[in-house]
């Protein structure tokens, strides 16, 4: 049967420095690791990170210094299943990445909303 199965990936669009800064962020912050990426015919540049075996965010260099953001419409945030909410709040406060943590009763979880440096928001979920 035809039809989505789950989401595939997210990509973030920014020139090289802010992605440098992006793909630090993603990697030494929210925990995803450098893995694999194509080779395009088309010469785009990039990192491809994953959550464990999956390739779940590209990050696409685009432009010089100057280029500016892609109008994304209403599109608010993006939001990670995770584990270890004890060592992800120790890590945003030692790295001074300022968040706001909301209480979920359906699914119970705990909710962290913060910022990236391109300034997506992201959402981090603890289910309990």
Not at 5 to 11: A, E, L, P, R, S
Not at 51 to 73: D, Y
Request: with cysteine.
């Amino acid at each position: 049967m035809a039809g989505v199965q789950g989401i595939d990936h997210v990509n973030l669009s920014a020139p090289a420095e802010l992605l440098e800064r992006v793909r630090q962020f993603y990697v030494d912050i929210i925990g995803l690791h450098e893995g694999p990426r194509p080779t395009f015919r088309s010469g785009s540049r990039g990192y491809w990170l994953y959550a464990g075996a999956e390739p779940v965010m590209h990050l696409t260099s685009r432009g010089g210094g100057e280029a500016s953001a892609q109008a994304t419409g209403w599109l608010d945030h993006i939001a990670f299943a995770c584990v270890g909410l004890p060592a992800m709040r120790a890590k945003l406060d030692a790295t001074g990445v300022a968040y706001r943590i909301d209480v979920v009763d359906m699914p119970p979880q705990v909710q962290l909303f913060l910022t990236d440096p391109a300034g997506v928001g992201v959402e981090l979920n603890f289910r309990s």
